[in-house]
């Protein structure tokens, strides 16, 4: 089937759902937009939500694909059946409208930010399916709530949530292709005001190449204690570790490229909610270990040295939402963050430290780290019954590169109880990260931030307790991105790239009959300069069956037009998958299941040189209790 024939096939879905007149009765509530509970409608941010049914229907151990299939305009690269690595060769580079890689696009864990202290981008492999109570996108800059690293977007993870007194358990194995083995479990308790959710994870596979093994194990827990009617105390840790060993391309496959990643995240928090005012405060630390042997080419010498890091963020962010009048929600806040860490190559024979970071002189130091404070307003007024305004402005000062306005202005307008038409100006930055400023040689001490200006123009109909439908409209300009060029015969980074993106995204879902629903969206990205892990067009149709004990979901993703190498080189590619699960309850706590990934067996690779295994199968059983 083409994708003009898929698309055709999509609008008529779409055209059936807002055929149905109906008027809503429940609102879609999201919290990344806002920093607290809000309802969509009034939100200017274009904001996907993917639920826990939806993150769990396929049995995915990582969130990633199944929020890549649900997200118009989001991408994210693959190399393996399994685990995503991180340095050379690795994928699970998330981009939304062409815009993102390494750290243009933040990921949040229940707000908090999650990536590398000294890389600056985030850690895919960490974010595992059995802490997501669901998960938030926000298609465009988020810089206004999140400053640097949100230019792009925000991906937040919600984790899970108890709302009852009671206890629940649930407990996934599965196996499959390639010696493939994933556990999990995940225990929620509650009794009276206190609630606790704990979790642990393993999952490992041979690889469908030679040399692409993937090991990962871990764990989180939260606490929660409502001191008072008003008060509430949170507490959580979460810690993950993986070996990992990349292959290489397939022209020149690499012997021993492996790694041992330690990455985790803790913070305690203090929740106030009066009715008229609501608020958090939130001490937080992320930290991480890299061990990585960068491996060798037939025929070369192996390495002497191991690259070595340990890399933190530590932050405060206070924020506090009050309804000044009628209509009105005003929400202020501070954020704080300090990060960095330490780098060196290690010999392999002696344990002799060789450090890789410098201080703004050039001379070589154990450690290096910056620091970033800011304060934001956003000021949203209802005026009418049918207008919303929002406006807002952050003040971000970096210790090293100084302060940057971030402006935010959108309306929502109200057509009717069912339809919104909602326009948007937004501003994203990315500061630079300390790998630009101060490791290797390309280093440069005098970069600016990456900044860009985002217009979008959205419209959504909701029918009444059957589905939706969503198209929008953006156009986004960046400018002093930076790349690596040559002065002087030496590789220095420098503030000289631009681009220009503007798109169509539509989404849909609809629920036919009790036991039939549909959901699709279609995303076209226009860019003037190719980006690499960007397609031009992304497709994802998708069907759910549930009628008595089975149940069945399938999905058809096209993608169409992906740069995986651009320049003199330039390369495209064009592929099709279908998956497919189907489960079946053999007792009240157990479900039986199986599923196939790339069932069409297409030949296709998202990262040049990785080709991607062809058809797999994996089966297992979910037991909740």
Known sequence: MTNKNLLLTVVALWAATVGVSAQETLQEVVVTGTRDVADVRFLPLTVTTISNEKLNENYRTSVLPTVMEQTPGLFTTSKGILGYGVSTGAAGSMKIRGVGSGADLLVLIDGQPQYAGLMGHPIPDAYQTMMAERVEVVRGPSSLLYGSNAMAGVVNI????????????????????????????????????????????????????????????????????????????????????????????????????????????????????????????????????????????????????????????????????????????????????????????????????????????????????????????????????????????????????????????????????????????????RNPIIREMYMFPPATTDLKPERMMNYELSFTQRVKGRGHFGVNIFYAKGDNLINTVRIDGKPRNVNTGDFENWGLELSGDFIFTPHWSLNANYSYLRMDTPIEGAPEGKLYFGANYHKGKWTAAAGLQNISGLYIATGDAEEKENYTLLNATVSYQVAPIATLFVKGDNILAEQYQTYAGFSMPKATFMGGVKLSF
């Open 158 to 429: 919600v984790t899970r949530q108890m709302n009852t007194d009671g206890v629940k358990t649930d407990v996934q194995l599965q196996g499959g292709s390639y010696g493939t083995f994933c556990a999990d479990a995940t225990n929620r308790l509650r009794l009276g005001k206190f609630t606790s959710i704990v979790g642990a994870q393993y999952q490992r596979t041979d690889g469908h190449r030679t040399n692409s093994e993937f090991e990962q194990f871990g764990g989180f827990l939260k606490l929660s204690y409502e001191l008072t009617e008003n008060w509430q105390a949170n507490g959580d840790i979460n810690v993950t570790h993986f070996n990992s060993s990349n292959p290489g391309p397939v022209s020149a496959p690499l012997i021993d490229n492996d790694m041992k990643i330690t990455r985790g995240l803790a913070s305690v928090s203090l929740v106030n909610a009066y009715g008229w005012t609501s608020g958090a405060l939130r001490a937080y630390l992320d930290w991480g270990h890299h061990n990585i042997d960068d491996g060798y080419t037939a025929g070369a010498a192996p390495k002497t040295a191991l690259y070595k890091h340990n890399d933190y963020i530590g932050g405060l962010n206070w924020h506090q939402i009050f309804g000044l009048f009628e209509g009105n929600v005003t929400t202020i806040g501070v954020d704080w963050q300090h990060f960095g860490g330490s780098a060196w190559n290690a010999d392999k024979t002696t344990g002799a430290k060789t450090y890789l970071t410098k201080d703004k002189d050039g001379n070589i130091v154990e450690k290096q780290h910056a620091d970033e404070v800011a304060g934001y307003l956003d000021f949203r007024q209802r005026i009418t019954s049918w207008l919303t305004a929002d406006a807002g402005l952050r003040i971000d000062h970096h210790s090293v590169i100084g302060t940057e306005l971030v402006p935010q202005v959108g309306l929502s307008f109200h057509l009717a109880p069912s339809s919104d038409l909602k326009a948007l100006v937004s501003k994203g930055f």
